[in-house]
């Protein structure tokens, strides 16, 4: 069975920072892909950011040079640290693993 868990959201000012979690377990994590996504009240679910089994990462553009993805295979953690934040990165986070989703985490960012 697989099983992701999201924490680390919460509520912070415009320009603080936030760090995600996501806990995998009941999977091969190394050499899977995974991702960071968001979804915001009335707006479709967003690429935010993405890591290859290689260590390849992607961001999309609105938090490029803000946010980090980032693994570690041996606690088969995901991380999303961001830095900077804007109140339109108000949204529910969810981690991807491979093909799976976590049941996702709020962020809001006060102005």
């Known amino acids: 069975q697989v099983r992701l868990v999201e924490s680390g959201g919460g509520l912070v000012q415009a320009g603080g920072s936030l760090r995600l979690y996501c806990a995998a377990t009941g999977i091969i994590f190394s050499f899977t892909a995974m991702g960071w996504y968001r979804q915001a009240p009335g707006k479709e679910r967003e690429l935010v950011a993405s890591?290859?089994?290689?260590?390849?990462?992607n961001y999309g553009d609105s938090v490029k040079g803000r946010f980090t993805i980032s693994r570690d295979n041996a606690k088969k953690t995901v991380y999303l640290q961001m830095n900077s934040l804007k109140p339109e990165d108000t949204a529910v986070y969810y981690c991807?693993?491979?093909?799976?989703w976590g049941q996702g985490t709020q962020v809001t960012v006060s102005s």
């Open positions: 991807k693993v491979g093909r799976d």
């Open positions: 890591i290859t089994g290689g260590g390849s990462t």
